[in-house]
């Protein structure tokens, strides 16, 4: 199946620093790709869907100031977590559908925001 | 708007045992139907799909499911449990077109005795 990589796997930083992580698909190329956050022991709740070319649509309840979003190619998305505080942390998880639509998950990024 | 329900949150069975996971949703149309897994602090990997065809579908790691129309159901089953197979077992419910994200159920953590 096709591959989608993250970049960190995990990362701790100080609150009131800005985090990006990268989310790539490695062997097709991708106009969405979803962004996802995790709580521990929870489910996957979408957080934004990311389109190349334009801009990002964001789900009810998360702010689109926090959590920047870039789509700068077709196989590269980032997210950016502005001014993170300790309720930031989770484990962030993208996903890129290819061509058909079958879903491939990144391998996810670990935030924690002391 | 379309929802996913797991019923069971944990279960447990032993090694040799086989397994059924439940898994209904609600849809307003056809549904593109999934079986993820995910194991401690990894991302998702697909176990199977199905959207249309044989109800009867066959994943990797002997993971099959069978959707039922009549009951809204895809629950996930395998023959014979390996250790291996500790892990959440995520069911999700797509649209087959408009790359739109998935929605998820809660999920349900299977313990595999020895």
């Known amino acids: 199946g096709a591959v989608v990589s993250q970049h960190p796997s995990w990362v701790i930083c100080k609150s009131g620093t800005s985090v990006k992580i990268e989310c790539r698909s490695l062997d097709f190329q991708a106009t969405t790709m979803f962004w996802y956050r995790q709580f521990p022991k929870q489910s996957l709740m979408l957080m934004a869907t990311s389109n190349e070319g334009s801009k990002a649509t964001y789900e009810q309840g998360v702010e689109k100031d926090k959590f920047l979003i870039n789509h700068a190619s077709l196989t590269l998305s980032t997210l950016t977590v502005t001014s993170a505080h300790p309720e930031d942390s989770s484990f962030y998880i993208c996903?890129?559908?290819?061509?058909?639509?079958?879903?491939?998950f990144g391998p996810g990024t670990r935030l924690l925001v002391l | 708007a379309q929802s996913v329900t797991q019923p069971d949150i944990h279960i447990t069975v032993s090694e040799g045992a086989s397994l059924e996971l439940r898994c209904n949703y609600s849809y307003g149309a056809t549904p593109y139907l999934f079986w993820y897994v995910q194991s401690p602090g990894q991302g998702l990997q697909l176990l199977l799909k199905y959207f249309s065809g044989d109800t009867l579908v066959q994943g990797i790691k002997g993971f099959e499911a069978e959707f039922k129309r009549s009951q809204s159901s895809f629950n996930l089953r395998k023959p014979s449990v390996h250790w291996s197979d500790a892990a959440e077992y995520f069911c999700a419910v797509g649209p087959y077109t408009g790359r739109r994200a998935l929605t998820f159920g809660s999920g349900t953590r299977l313990q595999v005795q020895p």
């Open positions: 996903s890129a559908p290819d061509r058909e639509e079958t879903q491939y």
